[in-house]
């Protein structure tokens, strides 16, 4: 069963301050590497997609990408409380380009 | 406006009462997917659709009917509802061109569904 894992949280960071988020990923075949913001009681959106090695910023955020080690992370910079969320790290399955696998996702607070 | 349209919003039901929840797309997606999300257990595949007539189990198909008569409609169906399908539903749709989904998926405002 391929699997996509995160801390579950909840991850505290100071107003201002860059918070990090990370996900590991068991597929060593897995291309599309996708995270997700969802506030409560709302349904996912995507934020950023990563298909290369190294970092992709748009904005504030910043995903990296590192297939060896078989991790991608999200950087927010000057967090704010608008960025208070569950966070989705989302991996497509190597082998099957119709399916993707969600982590369950860390759980962002940002403290005012 | 581009969007995927789910309804209701809030059901509750009873134990084997059918049911089904309305999944809609306006923007043309090949691919459409129903999840659930339990606390604690993230969101979990039920079945999805490459095309129109094409689908496909998740996850967790168990419980579960789908069907894909036209391309913009998924509808997901509960035949005999237990009180462990309660749960928030989301639908989801992408692209899904040359029967991939590697692109953005575009999420309904879900259902929360309570079986007693």
């Known amino acids: 069963q391929k699997e996509v894992e995160q801390n579950s949280g909840p991850l505290s960071v100071p107003e201002g301050a860059i918070a990090s988020l990370n996900c590991t990923y068991s597929d060593r075949g897995s291309q599309s590497f996708f995270w997700y913001r969802q506030y409560s009681g709302k349904s996912p959106e995507l934020i950023m997609f990563i298909y290369s090695n190294g970092d992709k910023e748009d904005g504030r955020f910043t995903a990296q990408l590192n297939k060896a080690s078989q991790y991608v992370s999200l950087l927010i910079r000057d967090s704010q409380p608008s960025d208070s969320a569950t966070y989705l790290c989302?991996?497509?399955?190597?082998?099957?380009?119709?399916?993707?696998?969600f982590g369950k996702g860390t759980r962002l607070h940002i403290l005012p | 406006e581009a969007q995927v349209t789910q309804n209701p919003r809030y059901l509750i039901t009873v134990t084997g009462k059918k049911l089904t929840v309305t999944c809609s797309q306006n923007m043309n997606h090949e691919y459409m997917s129903w999840y659930r999300q339990d606390p604690g257990l993230g969101l979990r595949q039920i079945y999805y659709s490459m095309n129109v007539e094409v689908t496909d189990k998740g996850d967790v198909p168990e419980g579960y009917k789908v069907s894909r008569k036209e391309k913009r409609n998924f509808p997901l169906i509960l035949e005999s509802p237990s009180p462990n399908q309660t749960s928030l539903y989301f639908c989801?749709?992408?692209?899904?061109?040359?029967?991939?989904?590697?692109?953005?998926?575009?999420f309904g405002s879900g259902t929360q569904l309570s079986v007693l």
């Open positions: 989302a991996v497509n399955e190597g082998r099957r380009d119709d399916k993707i696998i």
């Open positions: 989801a749709s992408s692209l899904g061109q040359g029967g991939t989904t590697n692109e953005k998926l575009f």
